[in-house]
């Protein structure tokens, strides 16, 4: 497992942006895909974005494709997710996960074995 910690979240108009950091330690960053996924009060948590050991292929929920933007950098063991055009249904607690391998496994929070305390976004309309 690597040890994951969150920053970047906090309050927002609706439109607004933010950049949300993952910072990783233990494990080897680079061998490990890397996902975001929020929960809201009362719901599931829920898949938003993953990204691939290399960078080279991530892949996005409908709900923030053209508005979000997943990347990482390995030699800083670190992910970042890039929020635009944030609306209020956004407003979330969210995650980041890592699971071992060089493929994103599935949209699914069992198939991740590592995660952050989570950082909590909040959009106001």
């Known amino acids: 497992q690597v040890q994951l910690v969150e920053s970047g979240g906090g309050l927002v108009q609706a439109g607004g942006s933010l950049r949300l950091s993952c910072a990783a330690s233990?494990?080897?960053?680079?061998?490990?895909?890397m996902a975001w996924f929020r929960q809201a009060p009362g719901k599931e948590r829920e898949f938003v974005v993953a990204?691939?050991?290399?960078?080279?292929?991530?892949y996005y929920a409908d709900s923030v494709k053209g508005r979000f933007t997943i990347s990482r950098d390995n030699a800083k063991n670190t992910v970042y997710l890039q929020m635009n055009s944030l609306k209020a249904e956004d407003t979330a607690v969210y995650y980041c996960?890592?699971?071992?391998?060089?493929?994103?496994?599935?949209?699914?929070?069992?198939?991740?074995?590592?995660w952050g305390q989570g950082t909590q976004v909040t959009v106001s309309s």
């Open positions: 990204i691939t050991w290399s960078g080279s292929s991530t």
């Open positions: 996960a890592a699971a071992p391998g060089t493929r994103i496994p599935s949209t699914r929070p069992g198939h991740f074995d590592s």
């Open positions: 233990g494990r080897t960053f680079s061998s490990y895909a």
